[in-house]
């Protein structure tokens, strides 16, 4: 008796497996064909690939080929005319600062396309250095808040009770705090720099993927053949692990795209209240904050930071939108 | 149930999630390195003067004794008294959060009036000219830096305008409340004056606050207004021949409201945050601006008080959310906790 249980259980395991894998495979399939015709997705996966581009070229710039001694080729090659010792051609200026000391503060030429800030440092290549930095603490700040929050939602979701309750309410405590006090707290907590500047974020991202994931996981729940899974005697958390956490991706994908436009510009704002990546290091919040002081005699100096936060941020919400028309079929048509 | 035995019910739901509050703050603050008596004192303090400010701030005892404490003040409405600005808590909160609140309420208020047109239209007119406009508008909106508008903003109005005679002219700095003293105030006689010069001040600021809450309230008035319009009972009335006009005005347009509410009192907790940092660029001394300064100078009451409040005010917030739904749809009782 007890054997054809067992039996019975392996064997809807391996159904509910292959039944499930090929269905999703044509539902990626699907979305990116969705995806691929939605004009607005297109206009915004391209933004950001060109942002992801700037990133990874300003990163190996920044740290592979500094590391090997080729100091910030990327400025030296493309946006700065550096000031050369006319017998070896050696650079004379460190291109750390990338300073052109004839024009502090001047608007744009040829030689500084978007000018320079107030020490003579060319802004686009400021402005090329900060995306890596944007990028990189959007993108990763999110990961943090997605997978903590999916975990947290998806077992308050599935196991009810006390347990629902109590996380719920936990993860009401941090939606109660704004978002840029609470990080601020943290960081002056434990340390002022990017990488708690991250955690932060990512934590106070938490409760929307909890409660995204809750409310997925209490309509997964109810599915039949999740039913028939745990009849059948899969245990909680296989189940969670191969089936509710799954199905409940879609909109998870949609909210974690959305969500990291708006903790790039959280981030941005931590570091224009001088909580987020330290001078010299450029960064978008950092040079608007410094811009502040120079914003009669210099005003092209807060306009482009800004303009570049606007144009990431509108590639995220672009893509999330198209994601959330091609995922989900019941608002297609809007 | 009653109304009000519903309030109080919600009011005593709230009671965990402050708890909460507090005791994350309250490990938050311990947990900062440095030490705030040295900040008060400089950089080399006496050690008995030292020791007297710890014991008169209680600052020498365990954690597990000032937290206890802390709660025990908080319960008699003591919020524990500012090291660094050396006043009670409460007075510095009282002092500034009307400031705080009256450039959230006027962004709410901006972003309200602009969104409801916007997004009605929008999706009255949907995938005409119109509703393009009005997306992009409300995307741009979403996607932009408060702050950033902030520095625009007085680039354009503040400084370029005084060289450009059609370009209006507004101050970037040195918010004049309302309600103060008109006797205070540089060639203002009359409680008009201070009103007039004070909406001149808040403009800008509500400008920078209010772009988020007008692109935000527009996508959602604009969806909820398209699931309306999709609703069996506007096909009905369609049907029967009533004029688009009376349909969107009798019928879809109240309904619609519903989830612009919700919104409401999500986002009430975020523009506090967002107020930081147009306090910042504005120079304006609210709730935003002293939390900063708390944190600077490891202020523990300080924080704690302020973070406590911001907590009040989403608590409340969503009360109110509540009870709001309820007056609007009268098929939402006052049974369901939740």
Partial sequence: MSTTIEEDAQESDVEDATA?????????????????????????????????????????????????GHKYWFAETFWVNPVRDPATTQILRPPLSLTNDLHPGAPGDWNHVLGTDHRGR???VRLFYGTRIAMMVGIVATGIGTVMGVVVGAVAGYYGGWVDDALMRAVEVLYAIPFLVLVIAFMVAFGRNLLFAMIGVGIRTIPVFARLIRSEVLSVREEDYVEAARASGVTNRKLIQRHVIPNSFAPVLVQATLQIGINILVIAGLSFLGFGAQPPTASWGQM??????????????????????????????????????????????? | MGRATYTIRRLLQGIPVMFGVVLITFLLTESMPGDPVSIMLGPSPGL????????????????????????????????????????????????????????????????????????????????KPVDHVSRVVALVGVSTPSFWIGLILIIVFAFHAQDVAWLPKFPATGLVLPWADPATIDGASSRYDVIARSLEHLALPTLSLGTLRMAAFTRIERSSMLEVLNQEYVKLARAYGVRERTILRKHAFHNAQLPLITIMGLQLTASLGGAVLTETVFEING????????????????????????????????????????????????????
Avoid: C
């Avoid at chain 1, 933004?47 to 990133?55: D, K, N, P, S, T």
């Avoid at chain 2, 000032?66 to 709660?71: L, S």
């Avoid at chain 2, 939390?291 to 008080?305: K, P, R, S």
């Fill in chain 1, 20 to 68: 499930g894998e090929p269905e999703a495979r044509v539902g990626l399939r699907y979305t990116l064909s969705q995806l691929k015709r939605d004009p607005t997705a297109k206009v915004g996966g391209y933004i950001i690939a060109f942002f992801a581009v700037i990133a990874t070229v300003a990163f190996i710039d920044t740290n592979v080929l500094a590391w090997v």
């Fill in chain 1, 122 to 124: 060319d802004i686009l």
């Fill in chain 1, 288 to 334: 608007l904050s410094v811009s502040r002081g120079y914003m009669l005699p210099a005003p092209w100096f807060s306009v482009w930071p800004g303009l570049a936060i606007l144009l990431a941020v509108i590639g995220f919400n672009l893509l999330g939108d198209g994601l959330r028309d091609a995922l989900d079929p019941r608002i297609q048509n809007r």
């Fill in chain 2, 48 to 127: 008995q003067q030292a020791a007297e400010i710890r014991a008169q701030y209680g600052l020498d005892q365990p954690v597990h004794i000032r937290f206890g404490k802390y709660i025990w003040n908080l319960l008699q409405g003591d919020l524990g008294r500012s090291l660094y600005y050396e006043v009670p808590v409460t007075t510095k909160i009282v002092e500034r959060l009307p400031v705080t609140m009256l450039l959230v309420g006027a962004s709410f208020v901006f972003g309200t009036i602009t969104a409801i047109p916007l997004g009605v239209v929008s999706a009255k007119r949907r995938n």
């Fill in chain 2, 287 to 338: 709730m935003g601006r002293l939390i900063i300064t708390a944190v600077n100078n490891q202020d523990y009451y300080l924080v704690m008080g302020t973070t406590l409040m911001f907590g009040v005010v989403f608590v409340v917030g969503v009360i109110v959310v509540d009870l709001l739904y309820a007056y609007i749809d009268p098929r939402v009782s006052y049974e369901g906790g939740d």
